[in-house]
């Protein structure tokens, strides 16, 4: 479909009139959606923005001139010259009716309800005047057992059902998983799953969806029930912590309490539309854990002991001074955060270049998107996600490549559903694993792990020798084609094919559909960038959409999901060795002299390390000290053995976090921090959306904002620095940042803006590079295929792959918090072939050891033929079988990117004794 257009535009009449009043509306749209649109209230209980329309309720009835009798105002749409009435005495009556006998079936005590205050049934009892017993419940109700019985997620009473069918479909029709139905018939039917199976046994994913759809708090979250009713409740507006999508949540708090209740989401926000995933509605427990660190604590003899803040601070200042004064500043590095907001990112890095007098600040990206920011900088100009996130539901091919969306951006994942299932889109998925968005994709192509240029290459040679390739644009917006084409001349999809085991045939197939499509949309993750080859495979990725003209429109672009909250701002502030914020070079002399000017001091012109370089040069004894903020990399790194003995062996470390993580365990000193809900703040998400952070609840104990303690450590070493509020450092931030020029706390207060916004006028940037490219024309960049660092051999005959799944982010800091998520993700596993595992003697559930060159773990297998044979894969957030102590540390030489995604590996059952 097409955009809508206005109706009734130029014919010198309005289109619709609904109660008197001339409105023009747009082509499919319903006469709710336009009443709704336009502020004029039209009851209803079946209806969500987000669902097909069903007029089940028959609550919206409204009189159409020209119509027999009442008709639904969900299901008709407009046409011109329509004149509806919303408010007769006969539509109140028939409505009164239609409340009347849904409060028959009703068993529920509106003034005892959790929903008390945002029941949509409710309302409108109160509003037609229905008599008081029916908000009285029957004597003697019992709620009985169904499909939510032992579920730790939500509830369901079958009292409160209106038998609307909302929850069965934003299942359907949103998720795509069919999860929900109806059983029974009559006064007897009710919501279940298929056969009657418990929840957990279902295709539930525990997104929580079909409570957000429940009109009458039949469903609501199990852990909320009796902690407070809705109209007691306080929200507050802010962006969830979890991945890079940037969902708007709603911190539901109960002021008596002062504990978070449950998570909403309003349905319309930017960028998710109500939707949430399993973590973003079910995993905020973390925030009022009894594990929180509230006091600051040091290491003395060996065990930690609590402190004063003014003897932790003075601690950490005095052992950083001594160690500069002895050793120099390049002998201190600092990790800063993904996790926190850009304000904290940003007077970390100034601490670190500023006040000790080094570059050597890195952050997680490092681990997860350097490559991107490296090689869609050298291509394009600029190394971030090219087009927003809502464009992809009208991309007419979407090609998805090393990004398990659905499970690590699971709400990017339903709009990349949406295009499919309602718009049609050509949907190709390139994983060397059958995931979730397989099913729906029209060619599942499985390339074996590290062979992402072998595959892109001979795309490109198909779409080159069919003439396929946007010629005009190539001439006009692009340089050094025909480097590329000499390097792909020779790449066929046969040559291909004896790399990648996908058949060429399969790889022609791939390369027509990408670029015959109308626009088409490249989605990548860390699928790509992981490698040793990481910055190749996204320079190949910029060559592919250059070629065929698909940069610079609406739903197309070259488009990385960022895998962390604001691991896109951390980037952009420069929590990197080798630019100051906004990407700023810190060997341009320029920009440095511009730098010193507004921070006041001399600043270092040498581009400082990386995270994996840090542990490396603790090794080598060069660096002496590490100030690490909010990251973990005694459980996120690669190489684990050797990640953990330089933390142990460092002359000093400190550690600022919201709990004694794996790395705090390590650390020196121990500083108590703030967690996303207890802060004011911004986040940029993938899509580069500078989105508000808001403070909710107050902080555990004696915990500080990270900027604030980072202000107070500075001042203590002879660089005051002091700002009084959130808002303050983002001002500074657009003194300083260009590409953050026009970003003000007032200015992103409803929906962000999206960066590049150079001035206060500017309305920021939907997609990069209309036009022109930011470096001017974009560059193709000849791609020779390396193969991964490390291969199988007699000795390791696997392949060993890792990754995320759908109930646990990360290290597990927060999600195994919670008991929503720990009843189905306990614990880690690892995936083998089933004919592998029938070789090896090796079933479900049976405890084996993975082992490489770097160390081993065990863990229960799981024998699935979603992975081909001779590969493995194993999610890395458990601590109890830490997938990185398998993983190489080898680096891609341009990104300093590890080779999370392949090393070999071999795999043995572990037998009782």
């Not at 718009?423 to 994983?431: S, Y």
């Not at 102590?885 to 004794?913: G, Q, W, Y």
């Amino acid at each position: 479909m097409g955009e809508p257009r206005p109706l009734g535009k130029g014919l010198g009449e309005p289109a619709v009139t609904i109660n008197g009043k001339a409105l023009v509306g747009q082509t499919g749209q319903s006469i709710l959606e336009l009443a709704l649109a336009n502020g004029i209230e039209i009851p209803n209980l079946c209806y969500d923005a987000r669902l097909s329309p069903s007029g089940s309720c028959r609550l919206c009835v409204v009189d159409v001139e020209g119509e027999e009798g009442p008709v639904c105002a969900c299901t008709l749409q407009i046409q011109p010259g329509m004149v509806v009435r919303t408010e007769t005495e006969e539509l109140r009556a028939i409505r009164k009716t239609v409340l009347e006998l849904l409060f028959y079936e009703h068993r529920g005590a509106c003034t005892t309800c959790d929903e008390n205050g945002n029941c949509k049934l409710q309302r409108y009892a109160y509003e037609y005047q229905l008599s008081d017993d029916v908000f009285e419940p029957p004597a003697g109700q019992e709620q009985r057992e169904n499909y939510t019985t032992g579920n730790e997620a939500l509830e369901y009473d079958t009292g409160k059902c209106i038998r609307c069918g909302r929850c069965i479909r934003i299942c359907e029709e949103v998720q795509a998983d069919s999860a929900l139905t109806f059983k029974g018939r009559a006064a007897s039917v009710e919501v279940t799953t298929a056969f009657d199976i418990a929840l957990n046994d279902s295709t539930c994913e525990l997104c929580g969806q079909c409570i957000s759809s429940c009109p009458t708090g039949a469903l609501y979250e199990r852990a909320a029930k009796g902690k407070g009713q809705c109209k007691d409740l306080v929200r507050t507006r802010t962006t969830c912590p979890y991945c890079g999508v940037g969902c708007q949540i709603d911190l539901n708090v109960n002021p008596k309490t002062e504990r978070i209740i449950r998570v909403t989401s309003e349905v319309g926000c930017i960028p998710n539309n109500g939707n949430l995933c399993v973590k973003g509605r079910f995993g905020m427990d973390f925030i009022a854990s009894d594990k929180r660190l509230t006091e600051p604590l040091i290491k003395r003899n060996g065990k930690f002991e609590k402190a004063t803040w003014e003897e932790a601070i003075k601690f950490v200042a005095e052992r950083l001074k001594c160690i500069r004064s002895e050793f120099g500043a390049d002998s201190i590095a600092g990790l800063s955060s993904a996790k926190c907001t850009n304000e904290d990112n940003y007077v970390f890095q100034k601490f670190i270049r500023a006040c000790v007098g080094t570059n050597n600040v890195d952050h997680c990206a490092r681990l997860c998107h350097a490559s991107t920011v490296v090689g869609l900088a050298r291509a394009f100009g600029s190394g971030a996600m090219t087009n927003s996130i809502d464009e992809l539901k009208k991309a007419g091919c979407i090609f998805v490549i090393g990004s398990n969306t659905t499970e690590a951006h699971p709400v990017i994942g339903l709009y990349i559903k949406e295009a499919v299932m309602k718009n049609g889109a050509e949907l190709i998925v390139a994983d060397p694993r059958a995931i979730d968005l397989a099913r729906f994709a029209r060619l599942h192509i499985a390339q074996a792990p590290g062979t992402d240029v072998a595959l892109i290459n001979a795309m490109m040679n198909v779409i080159i020798a069919e003439e396929l390739h946007d010629k005009s644009f190539i001439k006009e917006r692009t340089e050094d084609f025909e480097k590329l084409e000499a390097i792909v001349k020779g790449f066929t999809p046969e040559k291909a094919e004896g790399i990648t085991t996908i058949p060429a045939d399969k790889i022609r197939a791939a390369a027509r559909l990408y670029a015959k499509a109308k626009t088409a949309s490249i989605i990548y993750s860390m699928g790509i960038t992981q490698h040793t080859t990481g910055t190749d495979n996204v320079l190949s990725l910029a060559n592919l959409a250059m070629l065929t003209g698909n940069v610079g429109a609406e739903s197309t672009g070259v488009n990385p999901l960022r895998g962390q909250n604001n691991v896109q701002g951390a980037c952009d502030l420069g929590a990197l060795p080798d630019v100051y914020p906004g990407y700023q070079s810190v060997e341009d002399s320029q920009i440095q002299a511009k730098f010193e000017s507004a921070w006041g001091e001399k600043l270092s012109c040498r581009t400082g390390l990386t995270v994996v370089e840090m542990m490396h040069a603790i090794e080598e004894e060069k660096i002496k000290a590490l100030y690490v903020m909010g990251e973990n990399p005694a459980l996120s790194d690669p190489n684990l053995n050797r990640t953990r003995r330089a933390l142990q062996t460092v002359d000093f470390l400190a550690v600022q976090d919201i709990f004694l993580s794996e790395t705090a365990e390590y650390a020196d000193v121990v500083l108590p921090s703030t967690c996303f809900a207890e802060k004011d703040g911004t986040f940029t998400n993938t899509e580069r959306r500078v989105q508000r952070v808001r403070k909710a609840v107050a902080p555990p104990g004696q915990a500080r904002s990270d900027w604030e303690i980072i202000c107070e450590v500075a001042t203590k070493m002879g660089y005051p620095m002091a700002y009084g509020r959130a808002d303050k450092i983002m001002d500074e931030i657009a003194t300083v940042t260009p590409i953050y020029g026009g970003m003000s706390f007032e200015r992103i207060d409803s929906v962000g803006l999206q960066w590049p916004c150079p001035d206060k006028k500017h309305p920021g940037t939907r997609f990069l590079h209309e036009g022109t490219f930011k470096r001017g024309k974009g560059k193709f960049h000849p791609v020779e295929f390396v193969a991964a660092d490390e291969l199988p051999d007699e000795d390791y005959p696997f392949v060993l792959t890792t990754g995320r799944q759908l109930y646990q982010f990360h290290t597990g800091t927060m999600t195994r918090k919670s008991a929503v998520i720990n009843q189905v993700s306990p614990t880690g596993y690892v995936e083998i072939h089933p004919d592998d595992a029938e070789r090896l003697e090796i079933s479900s559930g049976e405890n084996v050891e993975v082992i490489t060159r770097r160390g081993k773990v065990t863990t229960p297998a799981r024998v699935t033929s979603s992975i081909e044979k001779g590969w493995l894969f194993i999610p890395f957030h458990f601590r109890e079988c830490p997938a990185n102590m398998l993983t190489n540390d080898a680096l891609d030489p341009t990104a300093k990117i590890p080779e999370f995604k392949v090393c070999a590996a071999a795999v043995h059952l572990v037998r009782s004794s």
